[in-house]
């Protein structure tokens, strides 16, 4: 069976009885349908956190055979309440760009899913749509403000660094004019489209700590300046309340439930390569007080996503990690020791060998954030014993723990033992984790810093216009805050090519972008876009709905 037929061999628990687990009424839910529901801002600052065990789960390089950060997050929770702990796992909403792009869904697999798996990969309960439409008034406000006559505050049009968004994969879309048409049209200028999960408004979402925090996130956003080289912020144009508004459900966690019938909250949707790749803080905050253990995922590897969330998000609400998983398959690593991805599944200990240095350059980052880690490989029917074995042999040498995660096959039951380890770790484990750099550093420090530590360059490049940007973010005073860095996934350098564990590489800084509204940088690397194109065959195009409803090929 794929994930789809699975998903629909499981009869779903009403949410109100998914929410009984942690102690929720249903009157303090807002249900959508039988099987969804938003929880209330409150209970992100209800209580203490501080005896809560919140547990990292990432990656090595992502690969085209793929790792399962997402599946091994929610068999491990699942693992963990089977295990008589109380645990929920917290994760980030699909985006319909790859769900409609490359992945065709993205709520797990096999046994270890969210459901209802339909409602999540598509339009769930309306948060993405409502951040677009945030994010949109304020580009709509902006060129309004161009047209005007009696209220215009002078933008120069031609220092607008503000896009517009729209959830989906649409290359034709990334550079526009807009304004055509005559004066009725508005002043013609470059623009373009980002994705949503690109959006600051995205990014703010995920790190505000309420409705007010979020507001005054959405007034810092960088504008451009008038013609005067004055500054402009959307609290220039009296945008927050605006924008707040149509963000006032969506601010809200999500509430679900796992394949094995436990809750699962899920909120909120950067891209790790673009921007921090975790779900809210409000989520995690909202999980680590209904709950013992939380389990929460960080997008693409540990080189991004992890470090993200570590020093950006972290530091940022004062969350810290009890516990890092670091999610493997035989299957990728042997893709980054040279293995051709038709080879992937035939046994290849030699090859197997050769891509453990890409596996050794992540744990020895977790180590430097003070981080207690697991290897977790993420089981395949056709990885060998000696495969396995060799994994296993290796982790004993690095003196890190290790456990076969079996969730796809077997749910929550597939992971006992790595629930077990991680356990142990988490209810030992009592010091904080160690942030890479102080935000009050320069910003090239910080740059170099995650460049040399966790990619392992040798030396950094700016371009002259990453230098201009450079002279912007000091003239402005925002050199103060953490840096982003967008980056590929595939690598731990720039290139996408270079794989396994680079060596003797330069990081070049194309240009940096300022999201203080979010609260920081963006140095953007290598060829990111913020808005993917389609792949040749689009999983759009195994999608499809029967009269009875019934949606097939989200799988």
Not at 49 to 75: C, F, H, N, W, Y
Not at 95 to 100: D, K, Q, Y
Not at 243 to 265: C, E, R, S, Y
Not at 451 to 456: D, M
């Amino acid at each position: 069976m794929n994930d789809m037929d699975i998903a629909r061999k499981i009869t779903l628990k009403p949410i109100v009885d998914i929410a009984k687990m942690v102690g929720l009424a249903p009157d303090q839910l807002e249900l959508f349908g039988k099987y969804k529901a938003k929880l209330p801002l409150s209970l992100s600052r209800a209580g203490t956190v501080e005896d809560r065990k919140l547990i990292l789960v990432s990656a090595i390089s992502p690969t085209p055979a793929g790792e399962g950060k997402t599946t091994t997050s929610i068999g491990l929770s699942d693992a963990l309440n089977l295990s008589g702990y109380q645990s929920i796992v917290v994760l980030r909403e699909p985006s319909l760009g790859p769900v409609f792009g490359m992945k065709g869904g993205a709520t797990g697999g096999g046994y270890a899913q969210v459901l209802p798996m339909e409602d999540i990969n598509l339009h769930f309960t309306g948060d993405f749509s409502a951040i677009e439409k945030a994010h949109n008034l304020l580009s709509a406000l902006i060129d309004n403000n161009i047209q005007s006559r009696k209220r215009s505050i002078g933008i120069d049009p031609r220092t607008v660094l503000w896009k517009r968004v729209i959830d989906m994969n649409d290359r034709a879309l990334r550079h526009t004019i807009v304004g055509l048409g005559g004066n009725a049209g508005g002043m013609p200028r470059e623009s373009g489209f980002d994705i949503t999960a690109a959006s600051e408004v995205m990014a703010i979402l995920c790190l505000a700590e309420d409705l007010s925090d979020l507001k005054r996130r959405l007034g810092n956003i960088f504008i451009g300046y008038t013609f005067d080289k004055k500054p402009i912020y959307a609290h220039d144009l009296n945008a927050p309340g605006a924008m707040a508004a149509l963000l006032k459900d969506a601010i809200k966690p999500n509430l679900v439930q796992t394949a094995g019938g436990f809750p699962a909250i899920i909120h909120g949707g950067p891209f790790a390569n673009i921007a921090q790749g975790t779900n809210s803080v409000i989520a995690t905050r909202t999980g680590l007080n209904l709950s013992e253990y939380v389990v929460t995922e960080a997008g693409f590897g540990f080189d991004l996503g992890a470090e993200k969330f570590l020093d950006i998000k972290c530091v940022s609400s004062g969350l810290s990690p009890r516990a890092a998983v670091l999610v493997a398959t035989t299957r990728a690593i042997k893709y980054h020791g040279g293995v051709p991805l038709k080879d992937l599944q035939t046994p290849d200990v030699k090859g197997l060998i050769n891509g453990l240095p890409n596996l050794d350059k992540h744990v020895e980052n977790m180590l430097k954030f003070g981080l207690k880690p697991i290897v977790a490989i993420n089981h395949f029917i056709t990885d060998s014993e000696e495969e396995i074995a060799a994994l296993q042999k290796h982790c004993d040498q690095l003196g890190i723990p290790f456990a076969v995660s079996r969730v796809w096959e077997k749910g929550g039951q597939g992971a006992l033992e790595l629930a077990s380890l991680v356990a142990k770790i988490a209810n030992t484990n009592h010091t904080k984790f160690k942030p890479l750099y102080k935000w009050d550093a320069p910003v090239q420090e910080k740059v170099e810093t995650i460049a040399r530590e966790i990619y392992g360059a040798n030396a950094i490049d700016y371009t002259a216009q990453a230098k201009r940007d450079l002279s912007r973010i000091e003239s402005l005073g925002l050199d103060k805050l953490p840096v982003c860095i967008a980056k590929t996934q595939k690598s731990l350098s720039d290139n996408p090519k270079l794989l396994g564990r680079p060596k003797n590489f330069v990081v070049t800084v194309r240009q940096i972008e300022i999201a203080s509204g979010a609260g920081f940088l963006i140095p953007i690397t290598g060829d990111i876009m913020r808005m993917p194109g389609l792949p040749e065959t689009p999983a759009a195009e195994n999608i499809d709905i029967d009269n009875d409803g019934t949606i097939t090929g989200l799988f």
